[in-house]
């Protein structure tokens, strides 16, 4: 076998796609070099192509046990285990809540066994003196969904861009539940917020909050602070610095006293962020034991620890007051469940082995990105995450679904393939690697149904038909958006009741910005389209502008109009939730992030909104709109009545 040879089916065997169809529809057949790190990164001992038939060989003569990392148990009907010729002297399910089911062998299988609980098992057997243990997810088929139909709505927004006169440099809970009770006096029942999770705030401040800290924490900058109030109008950016300064002077003489005492993950998340203070933020600079998992006190600066502790400790406790308040009246939050997470962050440092180096995650070119993307973060690898029973995983989507009564998947293509870049090489020189896509469904499944949580996934670019499966297969939302449905081909549809209604997203244009085609000279002035390109661009938006006006009866330069009329279409749809983008209310035209772009060179996740809460909740242009919004979607009839059984 020749060294390609070998490597083309070593990258199968470790589920590294070879060849792909891109974004622009292009077939992409993989380079070498590519797949050669893509591989190493995975495990392969390997520094080039020619060491492909050793690493092959290498991965042949692993012996393999009788058991998977993972089995799935849907609806709690463990699958059928092949035992070839082995003679078991022990085979049992240990179960998450305490307890045994023992197994029996029958012939070269596992016995069948009375359906298990939902939870996280593990399935243990001997043989010939050798020990093997699985985990075991028994979980729901289909995620949790709120008793009989709904035809629901709310907003979409970034928080620390809905500030009200009181805000101080970026909004907080309590502007968040001032935004909640308006939409709910108004008939809907959801916010749904951007991830709230930490961030690095000081210089140089990461403010995205897609590039969290953590996915297992809470961000401090939301915190109410109580005795805060200002004076003057709040700065005209949302200047995390600044934020961070704030929520320290506030908290600078309070102790922890009354507060209950910290489990020992966010003990070591403290104590991390401590380390950083004084050893700075890149960790893999660190001395050795610090950068290992083991800094001592000297590493460690005690105020900063303080600090962590009793803001994460405050956060969890305003934010469960905050839902529990919330539920009284029947009102949800949706939260985002951010796909990544920042390399320098505590999650890649206290979960080393879990996250593959020298790699990052983005995605191939498409329409919107000719160059490719590339999203910044280390990807899980998927292998050692098996091997941990999704251990992270599951405490990632828990952490968000125990607020949440509703959570946004992003990019959920990820549950089946992610694209994969080496570092040093460009956007379009990676490749997709394959992710156990059943065993991360139900890890979500149940979860969901441990938290009575509503789930949806971000469904939005190169969908694979594994995901337009998946998704009703197991009740998850699919994602429609107004602007993608006008720029297709042939009749525009309306929403399906397995879908969230949406305008755009936060990383689309503003609906008047959309109408306009501004944002198409934004993406020339970044280098994100090329000039030569603009023509066509503008000649498609407006074709898109132009059909999607003729299918609401409105003139495109009306375009508060043009709004009312698209939302009422959303809003007598058969989807479950329509949730508009809540800029689009007062007609902004400078969106809050433009993809691809750093916030060094465009102050992405800086720009508050124009309006402030107090304007907003009193002006009766919004008042209009949003009124005919929840009129559209009306009580529930008989034509809505099966809603939750169609998708």
Same mark, same amino acid.
């Given at each position: ?29 993989? *380079? ?38 993972? !089995? ?7 699958? *059928? ?89 970026? %909004? ?17 029942? &959801? ?53 961070? %300064? ?88 949706? &939260?985002? !469940? ?7 962050? $505590? ?71 992610? $694209? ?14 394959? $992710? ?72 689309? @244009? ?15 002035? $970044?280098? &994100? ?5 603009? %023509? ?26 043009? &709004? ?30 433009? @993809? ?32 005919? !919004? ?18």
């Amino acid at each position: 076998m020749d060294e390609l040879t070998a490597l083309a089916a070593l990258a199968h065997r470790m589920g590294v796609y070879t060849e792909y169809v891109d974004g622009l529809f292009r077939p992409v057949t993989v *380079q070498p070099e590519t797949l050669v790190r893509v591989c190493a990164a995975l495990g392969a001992e390997m520094d080039g192509a020619s060491d492909a038939p050793a690493a092959l060989r290498a991965l042949d003569s692993v012996e393999r046990g009788l058991l998977p990392p993972v !089995l799935v148990a849907w609806a709690g009907i463990l699958p *059928q285990v092949n035992l070839t010729d082995r003679k078991l002297t022990r085979a049992e399910v240990v179960l998450e809540a305490g307890g045994v089911v023992p197994v029996a062998q029958e012939g070269d299988r596992l016995g069948a066994i009375p359906p298990l609980p939902s939870g996280y098992h593990a399935l243990v057997i001997e043989h010939s003196g050798i020990h093997e243990r699985c985990t075991v997810i028994s979980s729901p088929v289909r995620s949790w969904r709120r008793p009989e139909s709904h035809r629901s709505w709310g907003f979409a927004a970034e928080l620390a861009a809905l500030r009200s006169s009181r805000s101080r440099s970026v %909004a907080d809970l309590r502007d968040l539940e001032t935004t909640c009770r308006w939409v709910g006096a108004h008939g809907g029942d &959801l916010v749904m917020v951007l991830p709230l999770l930490p961030t690095f705030n000081r210089e140089p401040a990461e403010p995205s909050p897609y590039s969290p800290v953590s996915r297992l924490f809470w961000s401090e900058l939301i915190l109410d602070l109580e005795q805060n109030h200002r004076t003057s109008a709040p700065p005209d950016r949302l200047d995390v610095t600044r934020a961070d %300064a704030e929520v320290r002077a506030a908290l600078s003489g309070r102790t922890l006293d009354g507060l209950p005492g910290p489990d020992r993950e966010l003990a070591r998340y403290a104590r991390f962020r401590g380390a950083q203070a004084l050893l700075g933020r890149n960790w893999r600079e660190w001395p050795a034991d610090a950068r290992s998992g083991q800094p001592s006190a000297a590493d460690v600066d005690p105020e900063e620890e303080r600090f962590h502790l009793l803001a994460q400790l405050l956060a969890r406790q305003q934010l469960g007051e905050l839902r529990q308040r919330l539920e009284t009246d029947g009102f949800r939050l949706g &939260l985002d !469940l951010a796909v990544g997470v920042h390399p320098d962050g $505590y999650d890649t440092w206290s979960r080393q082995e879990l996250f593959a180096g020298a790699m990052s995650v983005g995605a191939p070119p498409d329409g919107g990105f000719p160059s490719g993307q590339d999203w910044g973060f280390l990807p899980v690898h998927p292998e050692i995450s098996r091997r941990e029973g999704h251990r992270y995983l599951a405490a990632s989507i828990g952490h968000q679904m125990a607020l949440a009564g509703v959570l946004r998947v992003d990019h959920v293509m990820a549950w089946t393939r992610l $694209y994969w870049i080496p570092h040093g090489m460009g956007k379009h020189e990676g490749t997709y690697v394959s $992710y156990p896509a059943e065993e991360l469904f139900a890890v979500l499944c149940l979860e969901s149904h441990r938290n009575h949580c509503e789930v949806a996934g971000e469904n939005l670019g190169t969908v694979p038909p594994e995901i337009d499966e998946a998704l009703p297969r197991h009740g998850i939302w699919g994602m429609f958006l107004a602007q993608f449905e006008a720029a297709g081909e042939g009749e525009i549809s309306s929403p399906a009741g397995s879908e969230i209604a949406m305008v755009g997203t936060h990383d689309t @244009p503003l609906l008047s910005s959309w109408i306009e085609g501004g944002d198409i000279g934004e993406r020339i002035r $970044y280098g &994100l389209l090329a000039p030569e390109e603009e %023509a066509e661009v503008r000649a498609e938006r407006n074709r898109a502008v132009e059909r999607l006006a003729a299918h609401l009866d409105c003139p495109v330069d009306d375009h508060r109009e043009f &709004l009312e009329r698209l939302l009422v279409w959303l809003g007598e749809s058969d989807s479950p939730l329509v949730v508009p983008w809540i800029e689009d209310l007062w007609l902004e035209k400078v969106r809050v992030n433009l @993809p691809g772009t750093p916030s060094s060179i465009r102050p992405n996740w800086q720009r508050p909104m124009r309006m402030l809460l107090d304007e907003v909740l009193v002006d009766p242009e919004v008042e209009r709109i949003v009124r005919r !919004l929840s009129d559209s979607r009306g009580p529930d009839d008989e034509r809505h009545a099966n809603l939750t059984d169609q998708d």
